[in-house]
């Protein structure tokens, strides 16, 4: 069983930056792609930002694309986003996933 767990959100100004890391148990990422979503609510949940194996290549939405960074470290197994110059748009929670599996989130406010 795999099991996902978000952390490093929280409250920050416009224009700041957030860490996200997403620490997996029960699977080897290196093994699998993986990616980062958002939801906000009322809405459905939305792709973020995605990284393959074995390639290690990146794909992000349009609306984060120069701003966010999605890596990995295999040998923690964590999943991260860095993310900069964030807006108030941006705010949300912020799940990670690997297959169809998900974390429980972690919230991120930016306040303009």
């Known amino acids: 069983q795999v099991q996902l767990v978000e952390s490093g959100g929280g409250l920050v100004q416009a224009g700041g930056s957030l860490r996200l890391s997403c620490a997996a148990s029960g699977r080897t990422i290196g093994l699998y792609a993986m990616g980062w979503f958002r939801q906000t609510p009322g809405k459905e949940r939305e792709f973020v930002a995605r990284?393959?194996?074995?390639?290690?290549?990146?794909y992000y939405a349009d609306s984060v694309k120069g701003r966010f960074t999605i890596s990995r470290d295999n040998a923690k197994n964590t999943l991260f986003l860095q993310m900069d110059s964030l807006k108030p748009e941006d705010t949300a929670v912020y799940y990670c996933?690997?297959?169809?599996?998900w974390g429980q989130g972690t919230q991120v406010t930016v306040s303009s």
């Open positions: 990284i393959t194996m074995p390639a290690g290549s990146v």
């Open positions: 996933s690997l297959g169809n599996n």
